[in-house]
């Protein structure tokens, strides 16, 4: 059993692991100067740290899930210019308690929570973040494709589509990891407000900016897919430029659809699909 309470020995890890403020500090190192029981469990804590490091060196490493790793690249890819943000402080992270009774009981029960914390820095990243976004931040954190200018309503797309067809230029790098981003992104970000004019979009689609020739562009990809056009973004794929489209009702629900789409020949030049 441990020479001193739980709380107090939590304190004492806090202490080990230099985290305290100043004035818990030197109240320890009071405590350890002047109480046997406090110097054993400070003596008995430090013994155990080189096994404790020696286990923890020894858990392998995790791999990053792909899921969480196409979400970064897009992140990555649509993040705007950095701008003043408020710092908030969190508060400071204690040890777990447990219980010692020798320097080996230490190691073990502190290894084991440091293969926990490990397995939770790289496996649980995408359930933490999901669910952190889900629970405060969904109704007002702005979608990584709201920040890209939405074209003006030129009528583009509507013998594909039944409709107008939202478009945007975010010039984002996709990849076939975040394609699948882009279908569930449209499908839950607001409608946004008409830009004034139109940006300039990716090398090569500058003929898919006019009306007809988009088109057309739309008639040959849901002509291949099915279903009718939602969204269209003038960005690129794996660095060529390509015509992001988002699907509803098809064989795919998001398209890559190179510069020559539309195109005698061409067809819908596609790129690549999710379904």
């Not at 490493?61 to 970064?72: I, K, N, T």
């Not at 649509?78 to 701008?83: E, I, K, L, N, Q």
């Not at 009774?101 to 973040?129: D, E, F, K, P, Q």
Request: proline letters at 8%; a negative charge.
């Amino acid at each position: 059993m441990s020479p001193i309470s739980e709380d107090d020995l939590d304190r004492l890890a806090d202490y080990t692991a230099g985290v305290l403020d100043p004035p818990e500090a030197a109240e320890v190192d009071r405590l350890i100067a002047t109480e046997p029981a406090w110097a054993r469990a400070y003596d008995e804590l430090t013994a155990a740290q080189p096994t404790l490091d020696e286990a923890l060196s020894e858990l392998p490493r995790e791999p990053m899930p792909a899921d969480v790793a196409a979400r970064l690249d897009l992140a990555v890819a649509t993040a705007s210019r950095p701008g003043t943000a408020k710092v908030v402080p969190f508060p400071r992270r204690r040890w777990p308690r447990f219980a010692l009774t020798t320097a080996a009981a230490v190691a073990v029960g502190v290894a084991c929570v440091g293969g926990i914390a490990a397995l939770n820095r790289y496996g649980g990243t995408s359930s933490t973040s999901s669910s952190g976004l889900a629970k405060g931040d969904s109704a007002t954190a702005p979608s990584p494709f709201s920040r890209a200018p939405v074209l003006p309503n030129t009528g583009a797309g509507a013998g594909a589509a039944g409709g107008t067809v939202p478009t945007t230029a975010s010039g984002v790098d996709y990849t076939h990891g975040t394609l699948t981003m882009a279908a569930s992104t449209t499908s839950k970000a607001p409608a946004a407000a008409h830009a004034e004019s139109v940006p300039d979009g990716p090398g090569g689609l500058g003929r898919l900016s006019a009306p007809s020739a988009l088109d057309a562009c739309l008639v040959a990809i849901t002509g291949a897919e099915g279903g009718r056009a939602l969204s269209v973004d003038y960005a690129r794929y794996q660095g060529q430029p390509a015509l992001i489209v988002v699907l509803s009702g098809g064989s795919a629900s998001v398209v890559a659809a190179g510069a020559g789409c539309g195109l005698p020949g061409e067809g819908a030049a596609l790129l690549d699909s999710v379904g």
